[in-house]
């Protein structure tokens, strides 16, 4: 594994996103590379550049009229036919009435965000994140996905080695500094793996605080220095923000989140995500720590976009005259 960008690509470059076929397993090997000194804002799991690509698309959906003569129903006839028509039409009438008003409606501009509990970077990128919602007056939905830098049975980083000090010095104390973020190197060696951790989280975002045990995780690494491969640390830290600590418990013993787990790491490799953090804000593709104007440029974009699909696509006439 190398903590440096991708090469020929800056970190926090933005790009059009497209999922593509997912790499070969062996694909997701990790060395263990210095990072570039320009490029020290993500932590990347290859050495090479992953373009990423996100399709996007829409359905446009229709009624048609019915084609037999109506003369035939009787009154009783024609107040089913009315019902079911009004049940079958509720996105054309919607949409309908969104032009006629010009009022639009769009679903919350979606942020994917891939981290490991491990990287400071993916810490780091809260403030900018946060920094860029607030205020821009859109419903913005974040999501934060799983990626194992080092997964099992790729040997972890020792804090005591060189590398990690160097990092540190160079590029994430710096960056903490001018964030005013408190965040420092842990002393847990060798690093933990993170598959458990992960699969806490899936358990955790099915009670609706996969958001909350994220942030729990990155404060009890790199500021509580507490080993995040221990089930009891991770027990009591989802105790700690609500969450049932015995069923949690039970649930990491008997594997109960491992299958989604993967799934979720089949989805970025679906994306080729190879570093993080990386974030995908509609079709925009993130690499690193983003800034503040870059990602908010990102998100209107992306509420524009939507807003403009909700508005066109969808409209559809009706047999009672509407169009």
Request: charged share 25%; aromatic share 6%.
């Amino acid at each position: 594994m190398s903590d440096q960008a991708p090469t020929g690509q800056a970190p926090d470059q933005a790009s059009t996103d497209q999922p593509g076929p997912a790499p070969a397993a062996n694909d997701r090997v990790t060395s263990d590379q210095a990072m570039n000194d320009h490029a020290a804002t993500n932590h990347t799991a290859t050495d090479h550049t992953a373009t990423d690509h996100t399709v996007s698309g829409h359905t446009v959906s229709g009624h048609t009229a019915n084609d037999h003569a109506v003369n035939d129903h009787t009154a009783n006839d024609h107040a089913a036919h009315d019902r079911a028509r009004h049940d079958q039409a509720p996105q054309g009438r919607a949409a309908h009435d969104r032009a006629l008003t010009g009022q639009s409606k769009s679903d919350p501009v979606k942020i994917r965000i891939w981290s490991d509990y491990v990287c400071p970077f993916c810490m780091l990128a809260e403030g900018p994140l946060e920094e860029a919602i607030e205020g821009l007056g859109v419903d913005v939905e974040i999501e934060w996905k799983p990626f194992e830098l080092r997964p099992h049975p790729h040997p972890t980083l020792r804090p005591e080695d060189e590398y990690l000090p160097a990092v540190w010095q160079r590029a994430v104390y710096p960056m903490a500094r001018r964030m005013g973020v408190d965040i420092t190197l842990p002393t847990v060696s060798p690093q933990p793996y993170t598959r458990l951790a992960f699969e806490g989280y899936q358990y955790a975002a099915e009670q609706g605080k996969g958001a909350e045990y994220t942030a729990r995780m990155f404060r009890a690494f790199f500021q509580e220095d507490q080993d995040l491969g221990e089930p009891d640390v991770l027990i009591r830290l989802a105790e700690e923000i609500g969450l049932d600590g015995q069923a949690l418990r039970k649930a990491l013993g008997d594997g109960t989140y491992s299958a989604a787990h993967q799934d979720a790491l089949r989805e970025a490799a679906a994306h080729r995500i190879q570093s993080v953090p990386t974030l995908l804000v509609g079709d925009t593709r993130i690499e690193g720590v983003p800034g503040v104007p870059q990602l908010r440029k990102a998100i209107l974009d992306a509420q524009a976009a939507q807003e403009e699909q909700a508005t066109v696509h969808g409209a559809a006439c009706s047999v009672d005259g509407g169009c």
